[in-house]
């Protein structure tokens, strides 16, 4: 199973991406991790990407997919992966079917956790991370509309989009995910 998850700042992307990784018994791939290794690891493209990460800078777009690519061709990847934080645009979906064509591996679905503005405010406010400003959460949820409306149609014309009800229990936002995911 790949999978791709989904959803504004606070919907609980994270959390669910954790616990599908492990009843699926797939590998969790967050870009965050990637990123942070990298630079860690001072390879190449990690010194490449130092900078832009610590300023606050998005990586490109063709920095972000050569990890990603890196990243897909390590062994703990083969019984399937699930990728947080990666693609946030439709032109960065497009370049990941690219890339997996070139590694014979297809997407099997995106899930969009489907959470109302308000509850991500709330939730993010109380993650109490420092950059989880009232103005920066907003900001970011507006981004997360400008950007995903024309990725969650790139993905529902490809009929590989899951849409959950994220704005419920945690156990029963994993059960609605599992059950959509079971063959039809």
């Given at each position: ?11 609980g992307k994270g959390t669910q991406a954790e616990q599908l990784c492990q009843s699926l018994g797939i590998t969790g791939i967050s870009t965050g991790d990637i990123l942070r290794s990298a630079i860690a690891a001072q390879t190449e493209l990690g010194k490449q990407v130092q900078t832009q990460v610590e300023q606050g800078e ?127």
């Amino acid at each position: 199973m790949k999978l791709v998850i989904l959803g504004g700042p606070g919907a609980g992307k994270g959390t669910q991406a954790e616990q599908l990784c492990q009843s699926l018994g797939i590998t969790g791939i967050s870009t965050g991790d990637i990123l942070r290794s990298a630079i860690a690891a001072q390879t190449e493209l990690g010194k490449q990407v130092q900078t832009q990460v610590e300023q606050g800078e998005l990586v490109s777009d063709n920095s972000m997919i050569d990890l990603i690519r890196q990243r897909l061709l390590q062994p703990d990847v083969v019984q399937g992966w699930l990728l947080e934080g990666y693609p946030r645009t439709a032109f960065q979906a497009e370049e990941l079917d690219f890339l997996l064509d070139t590694l014979d591996q297809q997407l099997d679905f995106a899930i969009l956790l489907q959470v109302p503005d308000s509850v991500l405010v709330s939730r993010s406010l109380t993650r109490a991370r420092t950059d989880d400003t009232l103005e920066a959460i907003q900001r970011r949820i507006t981004l997360f509309h400008e950007c995903t409306t024309p990725l969650l149609e790139y993905y529902a014309m490809r009929d590989r989009l899951l849409k959950v009800d994220g704005n419920q229990a945690i156990a029963q936002v994993q059960q609605a995910i599992v059950q959509q995911l079971k063959p039809q």
